[in-house]
């Protein structure tokens, strides 16, 4: 997936978990800092990855989104 998003980091983006199911599959967790560049992000750039690499035919799963009102962050996450 990495290959089909290119070098330049997503603007906005501040965390992204992926974690491997039992049965297989996968769960991607993304924390952004706007709504704005969520929208973008995956307009400009995502859609147009996971339609590469699962060959023009993305898995229906659809994207969920949670608009959460973040009191506090700590902590660091390295690249």
Known sequence: MREHLGPVPLAGKLLHLCKRWEDGGLRYIDVWDSEQNY?????????????????????????????????????????
């Open 39 to 79: 929208s973008r992000a995956f307009a400009d750039r995502i859609h147009k990855a996971v339609d590469s690499a699962f060959g023009g035919a993305r898995p229906r799963t659809g994207t969920k989104v949670w608009v959460l009102n973040v009191l506090e962050i700590t902590g660091s996450v390295n690249s």
